[in-house]
């Protein structure tokens, strides 16, 4: 009630009306190594937060509307797993890796490396590379020789050059452009040294002494190691049929 200047009473009404809070959500994301969070000078997330969701932060700006932070904290140390192949004996250098062949399994395994590396962020990138070495190697039947056959090319990727001493080599060389290896034993005799050797062509070679006599016949490189010093007539036949008679003077 209200009396006005002539002593009237006024009976007055108020209706008040309550509105309904208005609430704003805001969701970000932050490393960790960039707390504390702080939006309008108020601080919503503090330094040292674990990452992960943080708590809701609500605050009110005064004029019936409230301001919800949704906040997520990222972790500095980021995983990134990669996976890469090497061929058996080079190096590998790639991804900021500098792995040396002496370091690496052999062919047909794999292994783990890891390694860090820092952000734009000042974050640390934890790098691990699952390494795979590749390479098969085909052995070749032992190899013997004379010096005066020299230069011998083996096959096309294989030419044992003039001039190489007498001697017994082990070898392993890769195929070019391939991770495919060829390993060898050739032994290279002095001049004059008489070898038997039984090549895919020859289906046998008959051996003669100089009389004429034949001694025995012989399929196999095995074989033809059994017989004793001295000379020989041969005569071998060819799988395609062919014959062909030498002479060989074992030593």
Avoid: W
Wanted: charged share 20%; glycine share 8%; proline share 5%.
């Amino acid at each position: 009630f209200a009396t006005d200047a002539i002593g009237c009473d006024s009976v007055i009404t108020l209706t008040l009306m309550s509105n309904k809070p208005d609430t704003l959500y805001i969701m970000d994301t932050i490393l960790v190594n960039a707390l504390p969070y702080v939006a309008d000078g108020q601080t919503i997330v503090p330094a040292g937060a674990p990452a992960g969701d943080q708590p809701a932060v609500t605050f009110s700006n005064g004029e019936c509307a409230y301001i919800t932070y949704l906040i997520h904290v990222l972790a500095c140390e980021i995983p990134v797993d990669l996976s890469d192949d090497v061929c058996a004996g080079s190096d590998y250098k790639d991804y900021g890796f500098d792995i040396k062949a002496s370091e690496m399994p052999v062919a047909g395994q794999s292994k783990e490396y890891t390694r860090t590396s820092k952000d734009a962020a000042g974050c640390d990138s934890i790098i691990t590379l699952t390494l795979t070495v590749k390479g098969d190697t085909t052995y070749l039947d032992p190899i013997e020789i004379n010096e005066d056959q020299l230069p011998y090319q083996v096959n096309e990727f294989i030419t044992i050059p003039a001039g190489t001493p007498v001697g017994v080599y082990e070898e392993v060389i890769q195929i070019p452009g391939d991770c495919q290896f060829i390993a060898y034993t050739v032994t290279i005799h002095e001049q004059g040294f008489g070898i038997i050797h039984i090549t895919d062509a020859v289906e046998s070679i008959e051996v003669y002494d100089l009389l004429g006599h034949k001694i025995t016949t012989i399929r196999s490189d095995e074989e033809a190691k059994s017989l004793p010093t001295g000379v020989y007539m041969l005569r071998s036949i060819m799988k395609s049929g062919q014959i062909v008679n030498s002479k060989a003077a074992l030593k």
